[in-house]
């Protein structure tokens, strides 16, 4: 159903190239010729699905707030991105390839792949390693603006 790891890049090299060129060559109102990343994240199923153009690209599985915790719903765009973060609010806890989409709230790396696929987390949405790291090259490929984060029960 998806295409490996490397081939996929080849692909979303590609996409991303043809929306520069498509934004640099013409005038205003050219935004809307780059292609567009959507991350939808499932909270019942514990699963994440990417999209470019519309288009499924990835699906993860991924771990949401645990008991005691909520992830917000919505939809969102990513406000900053840290390829290595250190949470302030639990123990200096490592945040790997962080995306982060509302206030404190991020998709990034965890240690902890045992646990993906079911709650787990203090609200953020993790993601197996491999995963969070094209997720953060998705993002900075086609851009924060480019990139929706829709999180759903």
Known sequence: ???????????ISALALA??????GMSTGAAEAASKVTARVDISK???????DGRPAFEWK??????????????FRPTRMHEMWYSKK??????PYSVFFHGGYAVHATPHIKR????????CIRLHPDNASEFYALVQTFGPSNTSIVIVN
Not at 3 to 11: E, M, N, V, Y
Not at 62 to 75: D, E, F, L, M, Q
Not at 90 to 95: E, K, L, R, T
Not at 116 to 123: F, M, N
Request: hydrophobic share 35%.
């Open 62 to 75: 991924v771990s949401t707030a645990g008991k005691g915790y909520v992830t917000p719903t919505g939809s």
């Open 90 to 95: 639990y123990d200096n806890a490592p945040m």
């Open 19 to 24: 929306g520069s060129v498509l934004f640099f």
């Open 1 to 11: 159903m998806y295409k490996t790891f490397s081939r996929r890049l080849i692909d």
């Open 116 to 123: 993906l696929g079911r709650p787990a987390s203090h609200g």
């Open 46 to 52: 514990q699963r994440m699905l990417v999209t470019i």
